[in-house]
């Protein structure tokens, strides 16, 4: 997996946070009766973010990784902050997952030429939402032996 990348540029804010409440009998005897912890919080309005994957069909031949192991990533990839909710990640969600099956264990196709199929578009000046972008694939033209498989979107 690649390293997620905003599509557009994000705001990064930061929040002063205080603590009202004693979270150890330890913690309440070092601040002798105040309780009260500040911190900071940083948050990012919205951010539609891109990564990008790879199956090596040798490296899975060596390793023992099969089509079940390939389906738990897929389920993983799916629903991987449903079931994980926090203040930091709020109401991150996977919004597209777009597969590019191969017939040949070389791939019959250049990663970045499918991938560059794949574009987002934001149709507002400051999105906010998901709908604030348009997503689109460009099917026309696919290898015939490459088969794209949409997961999620």
Known sequence: MTFARSIDPIVALEHSITRMAVATEAEAEKQQGDNRTMGRKHTVPYGLYVAHGFVSAFLAKQTGFGTDD?????????????????????????????????????????????????????KVDVPRHFSDYEVTVNEVG???AVKLIRRVG
Do not use: C
Not at 75 to 101: C, I, K, N, P
């Open 70 to 122: 390939l389906e738990l990533l897929w389920q993983a990839l799916e629903h991987m902050f449903e079931h994980d909710r926090s203040a930091a990640r709020g109401e991150m969600s996977t919004r597209g997952l777009y597969v590019f099956e191969h017939a040949s264990e070389l791939g019959n196709a250049h990663a970045h030429a499918l991938f560059e199929r794949i574009t987002a578009r934001k």
């Open 142 to 144: 696919l290898p015939e």
